[in-house]
């Protein structure tokens, strides 16, 4: 197989989560441009409408669910809408996510079950419900997590995120020990580990500390549009084939120093 054949995704579907806006949206055209028929979730339709209109101007297939994650009963139905047009899921990309900022010793429980209840346990219960309705029956499939270098280290002294950093530390070994139990159905679980990109749910740190994250990056950068694109379509690929368990950092290098 030749490289170019590598990187092909003609016709697999790619189901990516907080899929309408942001890191999401970049990684859905990224898989649109190389042959996937895309399914975006998210929890507001206005959102979704936008991102599918702008997904079909660039002339790619797409299905939109609205669905809230947060609610795990959700995720069967979930993958109903999905497989009522598609036949399978080829490529999950677990992107939906959220944060909270507070001390840790005023942390508040909502805030800890909510932002754990996403980034961990609805993360978990998708890939469950993907794996064994789609990619264990079918023997292939591509996993992406989007953890978090905030999952690979401590915070900043002026930042108080405790929950976000410990569920992406938590989706790190998820991967790697997911990774063990189903290399045996030929099914890669990969994580991506984004550094600083502009988001809606980044603003308010980037506020805070992205001078001192731009001085301190080996390449004086933070994340642009285009930075997780390559990676994303490097794992859902069979490029990536004899890759799984790995957790890639894409943060200007600032986890490396």
């Known amino acids: 197989m030749g490289v170019k054949e590598l990187f092909k995704l003609d016709g697999k ?66 993958v109903d809408q999905v497989l009522q047009r598609f036949p399978g899921i080829d490529i999950l990309v677990n992107n939906a996510g959220a944060t909270w900022s507070a001390p840790a010793e005023d942390y508040p429980d909502e805030a800890w079950r909510k932002v754990l209840g996403l980034n961990v346990d609805a993360l978990f219960f998708l890939s469950r419900e993907v794996a064994r309705r789609c990619m264990i029956p079918q023997r292939a499939g591509k996993i992406i997590n989007i953890a978090s270098v905030a999952g690979l280290r401590g915070s ?50 980037l506020d805070k500390v992205g001078e001192a994250v731009i001085a301190r990056a080996p390449l004086h950068r933070i994340g642009g549009d285009e930075d997780l694109k390559g990676v994303v379509v490097f794992l859902a690929s069979e490029a990536s084939r004899h890759i799984t368990g790995q957790s890639i950092a894409v943060d200007g290098g600032i986890s490396a120093v």
Not at 34 to 45: E, F, N, P, T, Y
Not at 53 to 58: A, G
Not at 185 to 201: D, Q, R
Request: proline share 3%; with cysteine; aromatic share 6%.
């Open 156 to 205: 900043a002294t002026n930042v108080s995120t405790i929950a976000y950093h410990t569920s992406k530390g938590a989706v790190v070994n998820f991967t790697r020990a997911i990774a063990s139990e189903w290399g045996r159905h030929n099914i890669n679980v990969n994580a991506i580990c984004p550094g600083f990109f502009p988001s809606k749910m980044s603003a308010g740190l």
């Open 13 to 78: 579907v790619a189901l990516i989560t907080g899929g309408s806006r942001g890191l999401g949206l970049q990684m859905a055209e990224a898989l649109g441009e190389m042959g996937c028929k895309l399914v975006i979730s998210a929890r507001k339709a206005d959102e979704l409408r936008e991102a599918q209109t702008h997904l079909e101007s660039m002339g790619f297939e797409v299905l939109t669910v609205v669905n809230d994650l947060s609610k795990t009963t959700q995720i069967p139905g979930l």
